[in-house]
């Protein structure tokens, strides 16, 4: 659990619901989980726009992932990472403001590699279980890197709103997505396309 005082609060569910760690994770608002490495790390985000790496036995930090700086008309930005998720061989990867998805090799230090795409906001970032497929979703598309090919990316296209949600299946055949208009769409990744679509369309969204 993520407070809004910066801590991360581990409970035990296997008997009395009791928190198992503590951890102060900074002075900012903690409000993204996700466990990682068979559940051995746990991987959160926070306000201030920085990923973090935690060993869920001692609640040691592992990593810190930071935001990076970008220079508009001469003016430096910070851009928050906004995702985080893992690969089973132990590599993150982070999804920021400006849509740059950054690989972190955590050994022996912190090396980023930026992948080159489409520059928007993303929404949600995940590897398949099998780690050959890299996930992220851009707007209204859902965007597939292929590992063994990482130059290759395919672009899902269909839904007619923002795309709020990302799974994929255990045998990461299949990814699913669901949208501001309505829909849940699950997908093929190897072919590349929409298999089912479930739901109905809502109207268009207006600009106010």
Known sequence: ???????????????????????QAN????????????DKTLLSVSRDGTARAWNLDTGKRLATMSASRIAVDTQEFMTGIISVSARASGELVTGDVTGALRTWDLAPRLKPETFRGDFNAWSSIRYTDDGRWLLATEQKRLL??????????KRLSGHQEFIIGLAS?????????????????????????????????????EDP
């Not at 659990?1 to 951890?23: A, H, N, Q, W």
């Not at 002075?27 to 068979?38: C, E, G, P, R």
């Not at 597939?144 to 990316?153: A, G, L, M």
């Not at 093929?188 to 298999?195: H, I």
């Open 27 to 38: 002075k900012s608002d903690v409000y993204f989980l996700k466990f990682a490495n068979q």
């Open 169 to 205: 299946d255990p045998t990461s055949r299949f990814a699913a997505t669901s949208s501001l208009d309505g829909t849940v769409k699950v997908w093929d990744l190897e072919a590349g396309s929409a298999l089912h679509t479930f739901g109905t369309p809502l109207p268009p969204i």
């Open 1 to 23: 659990m993520g407070t809004s005082e910066g801590k991360i609060v581990v409970f035990d569910v296997t008997g009395t619901l009791t928190p198992r760690t503590e951890t």
């Open 144 to 153: 597939v890197y292929d590992q063994s090919h990482p130059n290759v990316v």
